[in-house]
Structure formats: C-alpha cells, structure tokens
C-alpha cells in the first residue's frame, strides 16, 4: 500500500491551500513509480506535485525545508523568489482577495525604524490609489508581519507585476542598443518621471534592472518612491554591489542628500548613456570606486564611445549628468520639452526590438561592451592585501585610480568560420570561433585566441585538444561568458606583459554552473607587475532571477599560478568544489565579496595551495547581519600559507574583512576536515578591520576542529608553474593513509 505523506505536509498543503485532496490522488502514479518498495517519502510527494505543476520549484524547496509557513505573507502566497539583498527580498506572488500575480517586496528594518518607514510606506500606497501611468509602477498595498521562526517584523509592500525582461539582461545578451530604441526609452521613461514629480515624488532607483520591456513596447519603471522610504540618505556604511550606483548623483554623496527631481535627471542620462555604450560612465567594478568617480569625474561626451551618436543626443546627455545640479534642467518637465514624447510609433519600434528576444538568442558583438559587470572583480582589491593598507586619503586616491577611463580600443567586425572547419591557426592570436547548434566551440590544438565577449543560451562549452591545449590571451579585456551552464576544458589562459587593465579577470562567467576541467591559468610577468593586480583568475556570478539552488562552481585538475586570487565569488553558489587544483603564488584562494546569510558547501580535495593568501577572504558589508554557515569539507589538502605585506606576520586560513564579527561567528563554518597540512605558524581565522587594516587572531578555543595537522613539510621543488615542483616530497606528519596529501601532479595540465 503507497504511503501517503505526513501529516504535517497535509496539514501546510490544506492550510495554504496549495492542493487538494483530488491532486494528491493524481500524483500517485508518479510517486508509485518513482518509490517501488521504498517508503514514501514527503519529499517524493512534493516532487510529484511540482512536476504536475500544482506546486512551483520554490514552493516546493520551501516545504522539504520545512518552512511552509513562510509561503504565506500577509494577503500573499508566494511562488517564486526573484531576487533580493542582506536587508530585503523580492518574490513573486498571488494575492488570495484578488487571485492575480503581484510582485511582493519584504522588507526587514530595525525595531525603532518599523514604525516611521510604515508611515511613510502606506503615505506612498495612498498616492498610488489615484495614480496610473504606464511607465511607473508604485506599491499598491503595504503591511508589517512578524516573520516566522525569526519573531521579529518585516514591512510588506505590494505591487503589480510587470511582464518582460529588465534592461540589464537585454544589455547582456545583445550588447549597446541602437539609438533609435535608447531614445524611445528616454522618452517613456522621462514621461513617467514627469508624472511623479508632479505628484512631489521621485523614483530614487533608476537601474537597468528596475526597468521593464514589455510585449507591447512599453518601458517600465518597477519600485518607484521605495528609495525615499528605505534608504533616503547615502551612506558609506551600506555601501551595496557596485552595479547599485551606476547612476548615483554627486550631491547625493557629497551631502548626503535624499533622492531629488534632479538626482533622478542626473541616473537616467547615466542609464540611456550605459544603452549607448553598452557599458556604464564609470566602468569601476568596485563600489567605493564607482562612487568615488561620480564624485569627482565628469562623465564624458558618450560619443567618445560611441561616434555615430546623433549631436542632440550626446549634448543633452552632457548637460543631465552634470556634476553641477545647477547646470541640468532646473526640473523633469523642462527636460522633457527638450527630448519630446512618447509616440505610439516608438512603442511599436520598442516592441519589435523586444521580440527579436524571444525568437533567438543573440551573440554580443566583439565590441567594448563588457557585459553587466565588466569590471566587477575590481572589488578583489578591498579584499586582497591591498585593501588593509588603505587608510583616509591612501584610499581615496587608490580608488580614484581605478575608475580613470581605459584607452579607447579599437574594434572590427571579424569573419567567423564555424568551429569544425577552423583552419590551423598562426602563432598571432585569433577571435575565437562561434559557437554550433549546440553551444560548443573547439579549439584548433595549440592554437592561439584572443579573449572576447560571447553569450550563449542553455549550455556554452570551449574545448581545447588534450595533449595540445589551446591557448587564450588576456591582453585589454577577459573572456566574459554568459549562459546558464559553461564548460572549459583543456585551456590556458594567459595574461601578457603589456596587458594595461590591471582590474581584469582572466575569465569572467554569469552561469548557473560553472566547470573547468584540465585547464590553466597563468600570469606572464614580473612580480610588480602581477601584485598591482586587482583581478582574480576566474569571476563568477549567477544569472539573475534564477533559483540559487541550481548554483555550482566545479574545478577539476586546474592549475593556477601568479600573484592574484584564484577564484572570485559576486554571490554564493549553493555548492562550490575544487578537486587536484593547484595554487601558486600570492593572492588568496577564494574571494567572497559578500557572503550574507546564505548557506553554501565548500567542498575540497587534493588542493595544494603554495605561498598563497587565506583559503578564503571574506568581506562583510552588513556587520550586523548573521554570516553565512559554510561547510567545510577538506580531504588530502596542503595549505602551505603567506601573510601579504600588509598582514604583517601570521598568516590564516580564513580572513573575515570586518570590523566585528556578529555574535554568530563561532557557529558559522561546519568544519569537515580530514588529512589536512598547514605549516606550524598559521591561525585558523582572523579578523580584519578594512577601514584600518588592524588584524586580530580570533579565540581557535572556540572551534571544534578535527583533521588539521600544523607540520613541517617540503616540496619537490622550488614554487614554479610546473606542477611536478608542488607536490609533497616529506612532511613529519602522521598519515592516517598510504596517500600523500596535496595535488596528484601527474593528472593537472603540465606548464608550457
């Protein structure tokens, strides 16, 4: 007889009427066939009833984790995580009294900020209930809960859903938008900003991604007026990903201002000057520099960047972003007489531009659009060792150096052969090959490629020879890669001397999941050249709006060498793995720009770090928030560990970058270790204040530790690309194995 489910899943299922009785007897077959003679179990069941549709994937999730009663928010039953940040999180919903799909923002404050931000909340939602315009989206309802299990309060803001995909994802896939179509966004999206300003309010929050496409060819402004209740004022202490200050006015910053008509003119020249471009003003991937440059720089003429932009365009553009407010339009309306109106012509322009999304997936040209983030990994620099020697006006000016413009580059459209019939290629690197039907690019053996940008839909993999590696060549811009599984195998990246970005990655990838496989990357150069790096080997971040659940970065037999971190994380995949990998000189291991509240796996085995920074670096931006909880399994590594010049002597296995440690800390690492090598001289974790570089060793007594063994141990041979060199030749360590810990040299790619 077919077990039924447990009676707490009948009871979260009737409770939040997510099915009845009838849909449960439809699933029977499907858990029948899927249990045998095995028990039933809640999570089969739940499985039956997302794949019948009755339930949604993160429905779904929700409930085997036992967190049911959180899919039930105020007049809202939630069916799809959209996005969100330390502080607030986005979901798709279903209202109960209305049964129509809204998008529902949650939002968590401090006690004593509960009450006056709900004023100011519902005095939004009270405006939006005789407000209708097609380019703006306002909070329809609002409401404070008390959220489940946590016992503190959260306010709830209510709003339509608007259908299409946000400008940053169109940006990605395509590249710089034709003038014609940046215009007719302006235009809308200007009407819209018109409308609120003649209400008193302003929008706060002009991004790419709070602006909409939709079928008919409308331009969408999501969030409106959320900024002036949540975050009014600038502040350096919350300082958010780099991608949030885009289009930050200068007196905002300077003086601390809350969002104005005139600071929301200042954003949308940034924004329609980012569509022409394909890239934004100030193409810093650190926060602080991003700022910085607002701050102090002058945007310049877009037509630097783009020379066939119409005359008007460009001047208009000039005058709304300059740093003087005095100097703009003195309010929106002015500024719309200036750019015109909408027309029923331009929406049907913005919806033929909108449709060639859904028929195909385009490639990005081979021009300097580098992609939603193209220098993200900027921010490594706050987590390297630069980072703890800047103090006051040593990290101004640090920061104001990132953020001046590179040398314009000049491009060409280049044939492309397809990938099969490839001719063998000259020692003079070549563009890569376009992808085939099915997302796949073969590399001639040993042959040479320049990187570039290429996105691709579903799977995209780069596939060198394996006994002759194929070689790729950071000169001014890494590979940057955009599809929802990558796959590199039998590759060398390489960064030459004369490369002049020194906030570059060799390779940059916005997947779901992420695997390199027999591949190398390595730094050509001199040592001074390679520790004013700010990059990492690889920088990856998940694709928006996507389930984190799906997330995964994979390593296999892959060497790294050179003076910058191995790996940088923007976000937290669900599961990260490094299995025969070998890092060799200075520059942490891992980088985590933020790693929040979200619980991730760590997963290692035979990983040989030699005269590295910290396994992982950490950089916490909300100190008050919990941090994450890591698992920590290691097996057969060698952590053979160098503090930078700046951290003074002891090195650590895990450096957190924060002026406290919230009050969790000792329960944030589940530690998994076995047969793990560490020199005798090395503290387990410390702690880093960034704004003054003071270091302080944290109480290992509060760890409960097993398989880490302080020895002394030597090398083959001395720290040099070749893997050979790194691999265990003594050590007076007991071995609980007949294996030698750290790296199998004989699997990983061997050094040119």
């Known amino acids: 007889m077919l077990e039924p489910p447990s009676s707490s899943l009948l009871k979260s299922l009737s409770s939040l009427k997510l099915c009845s009785p009838r849909d449960l007897r439809r699933c029977r077959g499907y858990v029948r066939r899927l249990t045998r003679d095995l028990p039933a179990f809640d999570s089969i069941w739940i499985d039956a009833l997302v794949q019948s549709r009755r339930l949604t994937a993160f429905q ?6 036992s967190q049911g009663e959180r899919l039930q928010v105020g007049p809202c039953l939630l069916l799809e995580r959209l996005g969100g940040t330390a502080t607030a999180e986005t979901f798709l919903a279903q209202r109960r009294d209305a049964d129509d ?26 405006v939006a209930t005789d407000f209708a315009h097609p380019a703006i989206v306002l909070p329809q ?28 994802e169109l940006l990605v896939r395509r590249g710089r938008f034709p003038t014609s179509v940046v215009v007719e966004i302006g235009r809308q999206l200007l009407d819209g900003l018109v409308a609120l ?14 602006v909409r496409i939709t079928p008919r060819g409308q331009s969408v402004l999501v969030d409106a007026g959320l900024v ?177 413009p590179r040398e314009e580059i000049s491009t060409r459209e280049t044939h492309r052969q397809p990938a099969e019939e490839l001719p063998n290629l000259a020692r003079e690197p070549q563009p890569l090959p376009a992808p085939n039907a099915s997302g796949r690019i073969v590399l001639a053996p040993g042959g040479r490629y320049l990187a570039e940008d290429i996105a691709g839909s579903g799977s995209l993999q780069i596939v060198g020879d394996e006994l002759h590696p194929a070689e790729i060549v950071i000169a ?109 000189g ?59 010049a700046s951290e003074v002597t002891r090195p650590a296995l895990i450096a957190w970058m924060t002026r406290r440690l919230p009050s969790n800390w000792t329960l944030a690492i589940d530690w998994q270790l076995e047969g793990i090598l560490v020199p005798p001289d090395i503290d387990v974790m410390t702690r880093i204040d960034p704004s003054t570089g003071h270091r302080m060793a944290v109480d290992e007594s509060q760890f409960n530790i097993d398989g880490l063994v302080a020895a002394r141990f030597e090398f083959s041979g001395p720290a040099t690309p070749r893997p050979e060199d790194s691999a265990l030749r003594s050590s007076d360590a007991p071995r609980a194995s007949a294996s030698v810990p750290g790296i199998d040299a004989d699997s990983l790619p061997s050094a040119p």
């Open 60 to 65: 779904g999730q929700s409930l085997e984790a």
């Open 101 to 126: 799909v809204c998008v529902l923002k949650l939002t968590s404050a401090a006690p004593e900020q509960i009450r006056p931000q709900s004023e100011h909340l519902a005095k939004l939602v009270s």
């Open 141 to 168: 309802a609002t409401q404070v809960v008390e959220w489940p299990s946590a016992g503190d309060l959260r306010l709830v803001s209510i709003s339509r859903h608007v259908r299409g995909p946000h400008l940053a």
């Open 197 to 210: 300003e003649a209400r008193g309010l302003v929008h706060g929050d002009l991004l790419l991604s709070n």
């Open 228 to 404: 002036s209740v949540f975050r009014p004022e600038f502040s350096f202490h919350t300082i958010r990903s780099a991608d949030r200050y885009d289009g930050l006015a200068p007196e905002r910053i300077s003086a601390g201002l809350p969002p104005s008509s005139s600071s929301d003119l200042y954003a949308l020249g940034c924004l329609l000057w980012h569509l022409l471009a394909g890239r934004p003003p100030f193409a810093a991937g650190d926060p602080l520099a991003k700022v910085a440059a607002h701050q102090t720089q002058t945007i310049v003429d877009v037509r630097e960047w783009v020379p066939d932009t119409p005359d008007w365009l460009a001047k208009t553009l000039l005058r709304w972003t300059a740093t003087n407010p005095a100097a703009r339009p003195r309010s929106l309306r002015e500024a719309a007489a200036d750019f015109g109106r909408p027309t029923r012509g331009g929406r049907r322009l913005l919806a033929s531009f909108r449709g060639e999304f859904d028929r195909s997936t385009p490639r990005k040209p081979p021009t300097e659009s580098n992609s939603r983030w193209p220098l993200t990994v900027a921010a490594i620099f706050v987590m390297s060792g630069a980072a703890l020697s800047l103090l006051d006006q040593g990290a101004r000016n640090f920061v104001l150096s990132l953020t001046r």
């Open 476 to 584: 001014d811009r890494a590979l940057s890669l955009w599809a929802e599984r990558i796959q590199l195998s039998h590759v060398r990246f390489t960064r030459q001397p004369s490369a002049t970005n020194l906030s570059s990655s060799m390779l940059i990838a916005d997947c779901q999941q992420l695997e390199v496989h027999q591949s190398r990357f390595d730094q050509i150069g001199d040592d001074s050249t390679q520790t004013r790096r700010r990059g990492a080997a690889i920088a990856w971040r998940p694709q928006e709006s996507r389930s984190r659940r799906e997330t995964q970065v994979v390593l296999r037999n892959t060497v790294f060498t050179g003076a910058t971190p191995a790996v940088y994380l923007n976000s937290l995949p669900n599961r990260f793995t490094a299995e025969n990998v070998l890092k060799v």
């Open 586 to 644: 200075h520059g942490g291991f891992v980088q985590l720009s933020d790693p929040g509240a979200a619980d991730w796996i760590c997963d290692l085995r035979r990983v040989t770090l030699r005269g590295t920074g910290p396994l992982l670096r950490c950089w916490t931006t909300h100190e008050s928030a919990p941090l994450s909880r890591v698992t920590l399994s290691a097996t057969s590594c060698v952590f053979d560990l160098n503090p930078s």
